[in-house]
């Protein structure tokens, strides 16, 4: 168990905590299961495996109780204060009557009374898998309640002082009303469901649950009667394993079963649920993703590219904002951070394998592997997100699919008003070895039609699984690359095979057209022509090719990565300051990423690596580019998404400015020798590292003043400037002047001037 503190920003624009550690303790000899703090942030509860519970002194970091008596796992804590002790104190006096005794003549001391009457109020409710809840008394150190009604694990505690009650939730499916002066059940509510979580809403009128089916559902406190609408259950992953609620907030923080956390709003909880009628689910706030599992593939949104798209080892496509707004509104639709979750593409019943989106960045079309393709229609400006198609027809899982990427003339409807123009056709391949087009409807669908859609051809395409599809810039051919070691080039129009590409020894992962207007390339037997274009693959056989379309040869390979090449892409040449392309200093550039965990660029004319990059710990399924800002970003099975910013541009400034300003300083050490000007030249001679220039301007100072006529009286070296200067060096200089003055005593020609400076240091 570990204690933190949590220490808030002075400035109130910031919202940044620091967190720092305060202490470490061993709470129990077996794990931690579940935790409690109460009310007043004093007291910290502890369950564990063994059946014990612990109470802890936050501030002491010491156990004040240690309670027994569970047989099972602690499976829930709560905190709360009974009722007014005064009804339990003529609760027992009763009793007391009945036994025959009294206690009318003993003497009270109000004081200690009241002191003890308010200690005795602090209870401790613990449930356990055992289906037994224990009501603890924390002045007495002892049970003083078992309920024992429940036949499952205890998953949800909590306490209404208003009704005084508590309500427990099971994974027996239901939640019991508790009264909390004869600790006799009130209330049994069939929730039909496993429940993980329970609490109370609406000034404690209302009891909300969740558990396996993912829905948050609520219960009139009093009558048990569910208020909610019927809602579908959840998929897989969807399960709330939690429900967080502080009043101050007007939202539920629910915890799923994906790592996910989702913000429910509770404002229109504030008006009361007429009798007899139903409310909608408390909607969405905002959704927060914890982990992203594992990053299958991804893909820039909208003509901005403000959104990205990810395939996250789920059915589930997730939608997330890149743009730099603000996270401090809570109302629905306004979270626009950078990496908050916009939405949630449902429809796909199984992992989601493959993107793609076309030149706009309006339309996206998805694989999965429940063996069916899905178009999309994002609309972010509206903040909508529905599915326009869906093709089904392979008989195995999809595992590449693409989109046209060639831009409308400029001024046309189709480029004006993309959302209202889809892409002509969507061509996918599948694990079946086939390849497909699909040609997309102009009118949106219903739900009830969207299978209709037929193939306009199917061609049997490889031997094995097809893995990469890739369409050119005007969109005459395209491209699949299979696990069978080869590329075929097929014309879109008819689905006829115009080439095939063989040399990979392994199964072809990525494969990419090159864009239009791509330079020559300097192949491996020198230039080749790029005029009728250029494709790019990288494979298992950890190499990358780059081919010619003119004789389907290939024109280089490149090779440097330690597992396979799992994406490829090429890369647009680096802007300057001006933003005009540097095609002089780089040509034609290209990124890979490889089950190494690695990105490589590499210049596509001499085969060499311009940098690697490091970030991710497991293999890099995805990788992408910003074509506005050539930022390009990977991601991977370490569930990493990572943005890599090209410096090239700055780089090249930078080495530039540099070279100018070196030249300058060596034209002013060459004035400054002219103009004897030693203390000056020294000092840049050091600076610029230029031993021999520094040699000779000493061996001149030497010779100098040997002269009696030039040496200048009470001077060590001859000349004064060259003491004052000697004497002023900084410790680094100094050092690098002892360095030059041992290599130049080792030579007889050059002792006697390292001799005569070493005396004057």
């Given at each position: 168990m570990r204690v933190y503190s949590l220490d808030g920003s002075e400035e109130q624009a910031s919202p940044l905590i620091t967190v720092s550690l305060l202490r470490t303790l061993k709470p129990h000899t077996t794990p931690v299961i579940t935790a409690a703090v109460d009310g007043r942030g004093t007291l910290f509860a502890t369950g564990g495996a063994d059946g014990v519970i612990k109470i802890w002194d936050i501030r002491g970091g010491y156990v004040t109780h240690t309670f027994r008596g569970h047989s099972g796992v602690i499976s829930a804590l709560l905190f709360f204060e009974a009722a007014d002790p005064n009804l339990e104190h003529q609760r027992h006096t009763k009793d007391q009557r009945k036994r025959g005794r009294s206690d009318e003549n003993v003497p009270v001391d109000k004081e200690n009374t009241q002191i003890k009457g308010e200690a005795s109020r602090f209870r401790l409710a613990s449930g356990s898998e055992d289906g037994k809840i224990r009501i603890w008394d924390l002045l007495k150190r002892k049970t003083i309640a078992i309920l024992d009604s429940h036949v499952s694990v205890i998953r949800g505690l909590c306490f209404t002082p208003t009704q005084s009650a508590v309500v427990s939730a099971s994974r027996d499916k239901t939640a019991i009303i508790w009264d909390a002066l004869t600790w006799k059940v009130r209330n049994v509510i069939p929730v039909l469901e496993g429940v993980e979580s329970v609490g109370l809403l609406a000034e404690d009128s209302l009891i909300f649950t969740g558990g396996e089916t993912g829905?948050?559902?609520?219960?009139?406190?009093?009558?048990?009667?569910?208020?909610?609408?019927?809602?579908?259950?959840?998929?897989?992953?969807?399960?709330?394993?939690?429900?967080?609620?502080?009043?101050?907030?007007?939202?539920?923080?629910?915890?799923?079963?994906?790592?996910?956390?989702?913000?429910?709003?509770?404002?229109?909880?504030?008006?009361?649920?007429?009798?007899?009628?139903?409310?909608?689910?408390?909607?969405?706030?905002?959704?927060?993703?914890?982990?992203?599992?594992?990053?299958?593939?991804?893909?820039?949104?909208?003509?901005?590219?403000?959104?990205?798209?990810?395939?996250?080892?789920?059915?589930?496509?997730?939608?997330?904002?890149?743009?730099?707004?603000?996270?401090?509104?809570?109302?629905?639709?306004?979270?626009?951070?950078?990496?908050?979750?916009?939405?949630?593409?449902?429809?796909?019943?199984?992992?989601?394998?493959?993107?793609?989106?076309?030149?706009?960045?309006?339309?996206?079309?998805?694989?999965?592997?429940?063996?069916?393709?899905?178009?999309?229609?994002?609309?972010?400006?509206?903040?909508?997100?529905?599915?326009?198609?869906?093709?089904?027809?392979?008989?195995?899982?999809?595992?590449?699919?693409?989109?046209?990427?060639?831009?409308?003339?400029?001024?046309?409807?189709?480029?004006?008003?993309?959302?209202?123009?889809?892409?002509?056709?969507?061509?996918?391949?599948?694990?079946?070895?086939?390849?497909?087009?699909?040609?997309?409807?102009?009118?949106?669908?219903?739900?009830?039609?969207?299978?209709?859609?037929?193939?306009?051809?199917?061609?049997?395409?490889?031997?094995?699984?097809?893995?990469?599809?890739?369409?050119?810039?005007?969109?005459?051919?395209?491209?699949?690359?299979?696990?069978?070691?080869?590329?075929?080039?097929?014309?879109?129009?008819?689905?006829?095979?115009?080439?095939?590409?063989?040399?990979?020894?392994?199964?072809?992962?990525?494969?990419?057209?090159?864009?239009?207007?791509?330079?020559?390339?300097?192949?491996?037997?020198?230039?080749?022509?790029?005029?009728?274009?250029?494709?790019?693959?990288?494979?298992?056989?950890?190499?990358?090719?780059?081919?010619?379309?003119?004789?389907?040869?290939?024109?280089?390979?490149?090779?440097?990565?330690?597992?396979?090449?799992?994406?490829?892409?090429?890369?647009?040449?680096?802007?300057?300051?001006?933003?005009?392309?540097?095609?002089?200093?780089?040509?034609?550039?290209?990124?890979?990423?490889?089950?190494?965990?690695?990105?490589?660029?590499?210049?596509?004319?001499?085969?060499?690596?311009?940098?690697?990059?490091?970030?991710?710990?497991?293999?890099?399924?995805?990788?992408?580019?910003?074509?506005?800002?050539?930022?390009?970003?990977?991601?991977?099975?370490?569930?990493?998404?990572?943005?890599?910013?090209?410096?090239?541009?700055?780089?090249?400034?930078?080495?530039a400015a540099a070279s100018t300003a070196r030249i300058e300083q060596e034209q002013q050490l060459t004035n400054h020798i002219h103009s004897a000007n030693y203390r000056e030249a020294i000092i840049l001679a050091l600076s610029l590292n230029h031993p021999a220039r520094l040699l000779n301007l000493f061996q001149n100072v030497v010779d100098a003043s040997s002269s009696p006529e030039e040496e200048e009286e009470g001077s060590l070296s001859g000349i004064r400037g060259v003491d004052d200067v000697l004497a002023s060096l900084a410790d680094e200089q100094l050092l690098e002047l002892m360095k030059r003055i041992r290599d130049w005593n080792t030579n007889a020609r050059t002792a006697a001037v390292a001799q005569r400076i070493l005396n004057v240091i």
């Open positions: 829905r948050l559902r609520l219960w009139e406190a009093r009558s048990g009667r569910e208020v909610t609408d019927e809602q579908p259950a959840g998929g897989e992953g969807d399960n709330i394993t939690q429900i967080i609620h502080n009043p101050r907030f007007n939202f539920l923080l629910c915890v799923h079963g994906d790592q996910s956390l989702v913000l429910r709003s509770t404002s229109p909880l504030s008006n009361p649920v007429p009798p007899e009628s139903t409310i909608e689910p408390p909607p969405t706030l905002c959704r927060i993703s914890g982990t992203y599992d594992e990053i299958i593939d991804l893909t820039y949104l909208t003509r901005s590219q403000s959104l990205m798209a990810l395939a996250t080892n789920s059915e589930n496509i997730r939608l997330i904002s890149l743009a730099s707004g603000s996270s401090d509104s809570t109302s629905p639709g306004t979270l626009n951070y950078f990496g908050a979750d916009v939405a949630l593409l449902e429809g796909h019943e199984d992992i989601v394998i493959c993107l793609d989106v076309d030149w706009s960045g309006c339309w996206l079309a998805t694989g999965a592997k429940d063996n069916t393709a899905r178009l999309w229609r994002i609309d972010h400006a509206n903040n909508s997100y529905e599915q326009y198609a869906t093709y089904t027809g392979h008989a195995e899982s999809l595992g590449a699919i693409s989109l046209p990427s060639q831009s409308p003339p400029a001024g046309s409807p189709a480029q004006t008003d993309p959302l209202s123009h889809p892409p002509a056709f969507v061509i996918t391949g599948s694990q079946d070895s086939t390849v497909k087009k699909w040609n997309v409807p102009k009118v949106h669908k219903s739900k009830q039609d969207t299978n209709s859609s037929r193939a306009v051809y199917t061609r049997k395409a490889h031997d094995k699984d097809i893995n990469a599809i890739s369409i050119n810039h005007n969109s005459t051919l395209f491209a699949s690359a299979s696990q069978d070691r080869t590329v075929k080039i097929w014309s879109t129009e008819e689905g006829e095979v115009q080439g095939i590409l063989r040399g990979h020894r392994r199964g072809v992962w990525s494969v990419q057209f090159a864009p239009k207007d791509t330079p020559n390339i300097s192949g491996d037997n020198g230039p080749a022509s790029a005029s009728r274009g250029l494709v790019l693959t990288g494979s298992g056989d950890k190499s990358i090719k780059i081919w010619s379309l003119t004789d389907y040869s290939c024109l280089r390979t490149f090779e440097g990565h330690s597992n396979s090449v799992l994406k490829v892409l090429w890369l647009p040449p680096p802007f300057s300051p001006d933003s005009t392309p540097l095609t002089s200093q780089r040509p034609t550039r290209i990124a890979s990423a490889g089950g190494d965990g690695l990105v490589k660029i590499w210049d596509a004319n001499t085969g060499e690596t311009a940098c690697t990059l490091d970030n991710h710990s497991d293999r890099i399924w995805a990788l992408t580019l910003n074509s506005d800002s050539s930022t390009l970003v990977s991601g991977g099975g370490d569930g990493v998404i990572t943005f890599w910013q090209d410096t090239t541009s700055d780089t090249l400034a930078a080495t």
